[in-house]
């Protein structure tokens, strides 16, 4: 590990805001604030929304700063690159973001029953090889409905025409209320202060003239959920830190 990171991560420990809990960790001990964020940490009861592989943290500092009367929790494994947006916010003073360093395949040992109003997924790896990894899979949405509240919402925006795809074809198979879907979101008539909320990579992928998705839809916490069985042509391009991962053309 490089001298930068480590000082980044010296940073996160003494940071008010930032929680940093590996899986080793949660197999000794339950995760306190599961249950009780409102309670012991934003001191409110106002709404609260989770981006899921925040990066940068952009967006969770972005929608922090729009809307003081939410609360917000930006979550990812990649601690140095967190460390921007959770020292952004410490100097920016905002009492209603929170970061949480975790893998995502455990995040429903960190929030209790209807604990959280609305998940964000932006420009989450489209995983083309393994389902189950894909963060709008029905493995992640059963997970979500452990602590999302009924009907609680699910926003995707990607560059990805493959995760776009892919999540069109699990809302539809699984009868998901959809609220919007546009596979051009800078020429929709959607494109409001929210969405307009750019991250880093998101302005490259824009100047390489691709077309920004953006899918928002509810997740009810009754009925089975089912797994889409189709064949996806596959991203052609090789985005930032990110490759095809495979000679196929096609995914299941």
Not at 21 to 43: A, V
Not at 231 to 241: H, P
């Amino acid at each position: 590990m490089s001298k930068n990171k480590l000082s980044k991560f010296a940073d996160m420990e003494t940071y008010p805001h930032v929680f940093q809990c590996p899986f080793s960790q949660l197999q000794q001990e339950k995760f306190s604030m599961q249950g009780q964020w409102r309670e012991k940490f934003f001191k409110n009861n106002n709404p609260i929304i989770l981006e899921l592989g925040c990066g940068r943290g952009e967006y969770t500092v972005g929608l922090a700063e729009k809307f003081p009367d939410k609360n917000f929790i930006g979550v990812d494994i990649k601690g140095s690159r967190m460390w921007a947006g959770a020292t952004e916010s410490l100097q920016k003073g905002l009492k209603n973001v929170a970061f949480l360093r975790t893998n995502i395949e455990i995040i429903d040992k960190f929030f209790a029953e209807n604990e959280v109003d609305e998940i964000w997924l932006t420009f989450s790896d489209p995983q083309m090889k393994k389902a189950t990894k894909r963060l709008t899979s029905t493995y992640f949405m059963a997970r979500y409905r452990r602590f999302l509240k009924d009907g609680g919402i699910v926003h995707l925006k990607t560059d990805s025409n493959f995760m776009f795809t892919y999540t069109k074809y699990m809302v539809e198979l699984n009868a998901l209320p959809v609220d919007f879907c546009t596979d051009d979101l800078y020429h929709s008539d959607l494109i409001d202060d929210i969405l307009g909320i750019q991250t880093y990579y998101e302005k490259q992928w824009l100047s390489r003239g691709l077309n920004i998705k953006y899918l928002k839809f509810r997740l009810p916490q009754v009925g089975e959920l089912s797994e889409p069985n189709v064949e996806i042509e596959l991203d052609d391009y090789r985005s930032f830190n990110r490759s095809k991962r495979s000679g196929l053309d096609v995914s299941v």
